[in-house]
């Protein structure tokens, strides 16, 4: 079933088919002693250098670190390093993978942005001590790739949804489907204000996803709407102003985001999910907010 799908009249199977997926138990978050805005790499940036108040970016970072605990995932941490401002978001430089049989693996980012890049080397490394087989893309074909960021598997199975256009290649995606023998469905980014897949689309459970439709392509909305039952839709201020959509459901039911998105709280309670609200505000002067502050692991 390995490949690479990019419109909804190629797919022809159903969500049941796909080999199932263990439930992440873990998340690992790397500390924010050296977070700033330093630079301009997205539109969220702009007039931001300098304006993090670190003390309060602390304060947020461990309040999000025990609502994972408090939700009984294990916290892994590692300490951030100097000069890598942006390491904290630590869902980028990796994508990692695990099968049935419970064998892990993991796929190294390549950094769109120079000032990225050395961050990856880091990531790899603590994967190396944690026993994971660890593989990269070929560098004379692949751009770029910036692990879960643009790369989210869907919840319970061995699928992945990937965004492309502003920090990933496409063509990136035909490795990752060979890598780990699975298809993935790839989804053009249209608008650069949600320049990651993890901004305007979240995996909620197998037949949910939280999304903000504008920043799709129109053979991207329909491959979505062909493989989820539930697609629930964030308005564009809770999208762009509160990252609502850059939020996180690890168990299918308990979902964590970024304070104050009342309607998508709503719908999300309609549907059945335990709301729980966090200030990530600090890390959206980066661009960044709940999901892009951990990466899921088994
Ligand atoms: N300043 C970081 C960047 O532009 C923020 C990354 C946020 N991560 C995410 N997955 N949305 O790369």
New binding site residues.
């Given amino acids: 079933m390995a490949n690479v799908y990019t419109s909804a009249d190629q797919i022809d199977f159903s969500i049941e088919e796909v080999k199932p997926m263990p439930v992440p138990r873990r998340v690992l978050m790397v500390k924010p002693t050296y977070f700033d ?1 330093k630079y301009v ?2 539109p ?2 702009v007039n931001q250098v300098g304006a993090v108040d670190t003390i309060q970016a602390k304060n947020e970072w461990e309040h999000l670190a025990d609502g994972f605990r408090e939700l009984g995932l294990e916290v892994l941490i590692l300490d951030g390093e100097r000069d890598l ?2 390491m904290v ?1 630590c ?2 430089q990796s994508l990692p993978f695990c099968d049935e049989q419970e064998n892990r693996k993991v796929i190294m980012s390549i ?3 120079e ?2 890049k050395e961050e990856v080397p880091y990531i790899e490394q603590w994967f190396r001590q944690n026993g994971y087989e660890i593989y990269h893309l070929d560098p004379q074909k692949v751009n770029d790739f ?5 790369g989210i598997w869907h919840y319970k199975r061995q699928i992945l949804w990937g965004g492309y256009g502003f ?1 990933t290649s496409r063509n990136a995606y035909e490795q990752i489907s060979d890598i780990f023998n699975v298809p993935v469905f790839t989804l053009e980014l249209t608008d650069e204000r949600f ?5 305007c689309f979240c995996s909620l459970n197998e037949d949910s996803v939280l999304i903000y439709p504008s920043a799709f392509s129109d053979e991207g909305l329909q491959m979505i709407h062909r493989m989820y039952d539930n697609v629930i839709e964030a308005s564009s201020y809770e999208a762009e102003k509160l ?1 609502a959509v ?1 939020a996180v459901c690890p168990d299918g039911k308990n979902v964590l985001i970024q304070q104050g998105s009342t309607d998508v709280n709503k719908k999300l309670r309609d549907h059945g999910f335990h709301v729980h609200e966090f200030s990530t505000y600090e ?1 959206l002067k ?4 709940v ?3 951990k990466l899921l692991l088994w």
């Fill in positions: 805005v790499i997205n969220h940036m401002p942006d978001f869902a980028n950094m769109h942005t000032q990225r910036e692990g879960m960021g643009d920090r320049y990651h897949l993890d901004t990252f850059n890390f980066s661009g960044g907010s999901f892009c502050l």
